[in-house]
T-cell receptor
Framework: NAGVTQTPKFRVLKTGQSMTLLCAQDMNHEYMYWYRQDPGMGLRLIHYSVGEGTTAKGEVPDGYNVSRLKKQNFLLGLESAAPSQTSVYFC?????????????FGPGTRLTVL | AQRVTQPEKLLSVFKGAPVELKCNYS??????LFWYVQYSRQRLQLLLR??SRESIKGFTADLNKGETSFHLKKPFAQEEDSAMYYC???????????FGTGTRLLVSP
């Protein structure tokens, strides 16, 4: 039982390049989330999904797209990377059954955009 | 809109000293409150939640609806408590958590 996994762990991009971050969970969770973590700004929600085939915008969605084609996977795409997207990206999942659900986090992806 | 405020970016204490990490929230209804912790080189994980009214690793948190606060407390800090702590709020009808900006706790020997 791996929990929440993220691929890749590290990545360096040049401005304008594109990439996809993969999040996978094996807990049969309905809800999945993408956050970015920046110094002094905490965790900010980028996009989230409340079930297979659904996505919704979070607090800072601009410059990102997401897809949830399979229940266990949640992909975050950067179409044209910018230096402002240099950050640590965390994926999380939860069962979605109650307000008191625990969110389970992945180990993070450190992205640098030059 | 919901908001979570953690006024301290860094809290530095000596081992054995009491610790209080402050968290204030703005929400007109009855939210659920959480504390998440991120130890060095580890993933973010749940520390405790209000509804459980539990003590985890010696930490407790009391929800004060009058002051809209959910401060995290521990009577005697340990070096292994050094970490980043996030307060978070969940509200009815909203399918996500709102996190504060985090407080880094540094416990020195």
């Amino acid at each position: 039982n791996a929990g929440v996994t993220q691929t890749p762990k590290f990545r360096v991009l040049k401005t304008g390049q594109s990439m996809t971050l993969l999040c996978a969970q094996d807990m049969n969770h309905e809800y999945m989330y993408w956050y970015r973590q920046d110094p002094g700004m905490g965790l900010r929600l980028i996009h989230y999904s409340v079930g297979e085939g659904t996505t919704a915008k979070g607090e800072v969605p601009d410059g990102y797209n997401v897809s949830r084609l399979k229940k266990q996977n949640f992909l975050l795409g950067l179409e044209s990377a910018a230096p402002s997207q240099t950050s640590v990206y965390f994926c999380a999942s939860s069962s979605g059954q109650a307000l008191t659900d625990t969110q389970y986090f992945g180990p993070g992806t450190r992205l640098t955009v030059l | 809109a919901q908001r979570v405020t953690q006024p301290e970016k860094l809290l530095s204490v000596f081992k054995g000293a009491p610790v209080e990490l402050k968290c204030n929230y703005s929400y007109s209804g009855s939210p659920e409150l959480f504390w998440y912790v991120q130890y060095s080189r580890q993933r973010l994980q749940l520390l405790l939640r209000h509804i459980s009214r539990e003590s985890i690793k010696g930490f407790t948190a009391d929800l004060n609806k009058g002051e809209t606060s959910f401060h995290l407390k521990k009577p005697f800090a340990q070096e292994e408590d050094s970490a980043m702590y996030y307060c978070a709020l969940s509200a009815p009808g909203f399918q996500k958590l709102v996190f504060g900006t985090g407080t880094r706790l540094l416990v020195s020997p």
